[in-house]
Structure formats: C-alpha cells, structure tokens
C-alpha cells in the first residue's frame, strides 16, 4: 500500500513539473557579442539590427553570449543581394573542443539571379557526413526571412518561414549519434569560400561587388541556458511533456515537408550511392533524414 501510493505521488508530480526555459529576443546589444571583422559588423538601430559585411580583406561574425541544451531558435536573415558566388553566409549551433556537436545553415552565394543554396548539415561528436541542401521558393535576398532550428531530445527541425525542411530524428536507441550532451552557441558569420561554394569553386568571388552585406532581425529564443554544468530547465522537463522540449512534426507539418523535399531538395546524402558504396549510413533506412 505503501508503494502504490508512493508511485503515486510521484506520478502525481512529474505530472505537475513543468520546465522553465529562457527567453531571449529583441536586443542584440544584450544576446550577442561580435566575434571578429572589426568595424565590418554593426549593431544598429538601437540593438534591433545586426548586419555582417564583407570585403577582400576580411569576413565577420558573431555569437550568442549564452550557451544552450536544447533550444528553439527563430532569426530572421537578408541574405548578400546580386552577384554573391564564392560567398557564404552560415547561421549555426556549435559547442566547443574536438568531437563537437553542430547544426548547420550555410547559404551559399550565387551569381545574379541564380539562386542561393541552401546548405543544411548534423555533427555529432566531430562527425558530420549529413548534407542535404535546398533551393528556396523565394528570392532570399529581397527581404528578410525566418529561419529556424528546432533542438530538443526528440530530434532537430529546419525551419524556413514556419515550413518545415528537415526532421533529423534521435535514434540514438538504433545506434545513430544525435547531439544531447554538449551545449553549443548560436554563430553566424559572412566569409569568402570562393574555393568551394559556387559551382565547386568553378564560380570567383567579383571583388568590385563588395562589401557584401548579410542582415539580421528579430531573434527569438526558447532555450535551456547551461551554466556552470547546470540547465536552466529542470531535469523532468522532457518527460513532463508539453512545450517546445517535446515538439515534434505534426501531420500537417509533415506533408508540408514531404512537399519542400519533393520540390526543392538538390542533395540529400541519404540519397547518395557514389559515396556510400558500403551502404547508406543507418538513419538513412530508419526514415530519419530523408
């Protein structure tokens, strides 16, 4: 009786335990710290604008002055306008030292009026091997857009304007590295990779464009904030269920990714027998990144 009624309460608890994530937004001055290009990035308009530019010299960047275990995270982007090949411009989480964890965008520039590719990758523990990239249904560059990543235990989800582009799901009880141990920071930074990004490097970087110029507005973040080894949201949050820590895709939010991969996917490695010759990595046939 005893121990029914203790399991009991419990239950009745965990019912009750609710996470407290924090939330940030609205004032760059106060959520990020510019990283290198010197006078190249600026925060404008009282802390509601960033821009990042680049020129022959040099690129530049920034970072989020918390780091993160698990977040929801929305950034609104203008990419470089006109003739951008050989640039690229990255948004992404990260945690420190040599087997990192990271989740990638990276649009890479084009000539004008081409479009930009968007380049989307997963590491986990140093391992990334995951590409899958996109052609956009807007011009990128004409005004903002919202880009999002979704990072809880369930997986991660890439977002653009709300759509949804890819699901990379935790399987790690299948023996698929996912990303849940490391805290990472969200970068961003413009540089020239005219070595590779356009057309594999066959498309140069016209220096009489620059400076290249990318915009940010409108930072939204639900995040767990890990500080001193400990999480800002408590430790039953998952399992209590509800909110952002247990999102995950909906019906209508799957058809709505099957449509965004059937019709604007250009590289899914899943896909990709030439470089896997010995099969595809596992996720690929559990429907996981595909």
Known sequence: MAASASAA???AFSSLLLFVSSVFGGNFYQDFEITWGNDRANILDNGDLLTLSLDRDSGSGFRSNNVYLFAKIDMQLKLVPGNSAGTVTTYYLKSEGSTWDEIDFEFLGNLTGDPYTLHTNVYTQGKGD???????????????????ILWNPEGIIFSVDGTPIREFKNQESSGVLFPTKQPMRLYSSLWNADDWATRGGLVKTDWSQAPFVSSYRNFKADVCVWSEGVSSCSSGAHSAGGGWLSENLDNTRQQRLKWVQRNYMIYNYCTDAERFPQGYPPECTLNTAA
């Open 130 to 148: 995951r590409e899958q990239q996109f052609h956009l249904w807007f011009d990128p560059t004409a005004d903002f857009h919202t880009y999002s």
């Open 9 to 11: 309460t419990a239950l």
